[in-house]
Nanobody
Framework: QVQLVESGGGLVQTGGSLRLSCAAS????????MGWFRQAPGKEREFVAA????????YYADSVKGRFTISDDNFKNTVYLQMSSLKPEDTAVYFC???????????????WGQGTQVTVSS
């Protein structure tokens, strides 16, 4: 079992920044790769960014490349999503997930956090 808890969401103006955190626990956590997804009202959950536990390779959706950065702190068992130059279209509930499968598809994730709301005002 892996437990995930997100934090750091909030209300920010266009062009602002936020850092999301995902605290993980569980004996098998070290075997899972981690990802961030987001879901806006009436839309499907979409891939944002992911990081491999081994080697640390990172992957990003085209819509966030150059603006968002995913990173992890193995000592704290925490994954971060640094978001900069935020736009109103970034408004969504952001979820972190753990997977041992395909990093860019939500269906491949075995565990999810409860989500944290990010709202970007224009």
């Amino acid at each position: 079992q892996v437990q995930l808890v997100e934090s750091g969401g909030g209300l920010v103006q266009t062009g602002g920044s936020l850092r999301l955190s995902c605290a993980a626990s569980g004996r098998t956590f070290s075997y899972y790769h981690m990802g961030w997804f987001r879901q806006a009202p009436g839309k499907e959950r979409e891939f944002v960014a992911a990081i491999r536990r081994s080697g640390g390779s990172t992957y990003y959706a085209d819509s966030v490349k150059g603006r968002f950065t995913i990173s992890d702190d193995n000592f704290k068992n925490t994954v971060y999503l640094q978001m900069s130059s935020l736009k109103p279209e970034d408004t969504a509930v952001y979820f972190c997930g753990a997977t041992r499968s395909i990093l860019t598809e939500a269906a491949g994730y075995a565990y999810w956090g409860q989500g944290t709301q990010v709202t970007v005002s224009s």
